[in-house]
């Protein structure tokens, strides 16, 4: 357990590193206020609660990221997103489909530098931190919270591993057996860039131990360059998280990985649920709309119906407006016996045991007015008509006028008008 001072102005910063191998890894908690930040190291379940209201960076292995430049003209990042992978195509071992890509800034036409690693890597990474109920606000390669300084490079050797920051966002990393060689060819293909120094931080638990690299063997014949060393003090989590800088490296929290807000987080716990609800919405509203246009049509139907039937109870109204104020006032001089004539109902009564029954009558008409019942009816000819007539007259007596008969093909439709008599 190692201890640092920390600024107490600084906003509470989580600092969690993440091992190359094994389940363990380190944190530390900076700004809290308390004068003082402890590196502890532990499993991801014992960080409950430590991420409360705190800005989360996370650093991953260097050796698990590629840091690389594309040389891609200027374009929005959607466009980016598509030319990038393939301008790097050849760089890489891998297949781009497979790959995570997330850019930095850049001025200019200057060559836009990206981080790549595998996607299978990222969904790791992620998974394990928020099953310990952790939401990181930074993913950074290790490589990029190595101290950065004018016209040098800084080079972290552990566990047999040497990971190099040759820039704000560039570096690169080898295993040790092969740094020397790598280095002096980096070396080389810096050209004019070439730095003043090489700063070597070396970290093992014994502190006592010597750095496992011959130094005199780093540098190309003649190049004109000082290389230094020291112990990574007092740890390797405490040195990155005192040189990080968050707004001069490169998130790799992008695109499918983006950590936008808790919004976005509460989204993508929700978005299935939503979008279900959401066909389902659609569903409900569509079979409204359905409803509604049956309803519809149905009330014109009815309506069509209505007029026909007013038109046959009462075939002299000339306006259709106000049908059920009519019928009604209609209905109600129907049912009305008073001193002065007889009501619908009362003459329709009288005279309905003597109307015509079998398939060749039908009552095709019928209007009351004053005391007068008027009907349309179809019989069985001429014949039929004056016998009805006639009863109606004798054994109904009632008063009953022909107003008119046709024949047409064997049927005769009369127009009668009955009425009690005076």
Known sequence: M???????????????????????????????????SIT???????????????????????????????????MSRQRMSTAVPFSLEDQLAGDVELLHFAFGARSGRE??????????????????????????????????????????????????????RTGPLSGFFADLPNFPTVLRAALVEAGEHTPAQVQLLHYTENRQQPIPIRVEELLPPGMDCRVTSASCEPDVLSVLSSHFREQDVINLLQGPY?????????????????????????????ILVMDVMALSEQNRFLRSRTEEVFRQTFPDAR???????????????????????????????????????????????????????????????????????????????????????????????GHLRIAEKR
Not at 151 to 157: F, G, K, N, R, S
Request: with cysteine.
């Open 319 to 413: 306006k259709m407006n106000d049908l059920r104020v009519r019928m009604e006032r209609a209905l109600r001089e129907s049912g009305n016996t008073n001193e002065t004539g007889t009501g619908f109902l009362t003459l329709l009564g009288e005279v309905g045991p003597y109307l015509p029954t079998g398939p060749n009558a039908r009552l095709t008409g019928l209007d009351f007015h004053s005391g007068e019942l008027k009907m349309r009816l179809e019989m069985a000819g001429l014949q039929a008509l004056d016998q009805l007539k006639e009863r109606l007259t004798r054994e109904a007596n009632l008063t009953v006028e022909v107003l008119s008969a046709t024949t047409r093909e064997g049927v005769v439709t």
């Open 40 to 74: 502890r190291t532990g499993p991801l379940s014992a960080l409950a609660g430590e991420s409360a209201g705190c800005r989360v960076i996370v650093f991953v292995p260097g050796s698990d990221v590629l840091l690389l430049k594309a040389d891609v003209p200027p």
């Open 2 to 36: 190692y201890r640092q001072t920390a600024s107490p102005d600084r906003v509470p910063r989580l600092f969690i590193r993440l091992h190359p191998e094994g389940s363990e890894v380190s944190w530390l908690r900076m700004g809290s206020g308390s004068g003082e």
């Open 111 to 164: 060559p836009l530098p990206v981080l790549v690693t595998d996607r299978a890597r990222m969904t790791a990474w992620l998974s394990r931190l928020e099953e310990a109920g952790i939401h990181p606000d930074v993913l950074v390669p290790e490589i990029l919270g190595l101290p950065l300084s004018p016209d040098a490079w800084t080079v972290l050797v552990e566990a047999g591993m040497a990971q190099v």
């Open 258 to 286: 983006a950590r936008g807000s808790d919004m976005g987080r509460a989204w993508r716990v929700w978005r299935i649920p939503a979008l279900l609800a959401v066909v389902w919405f659609g569903l409900w509203i569509g």
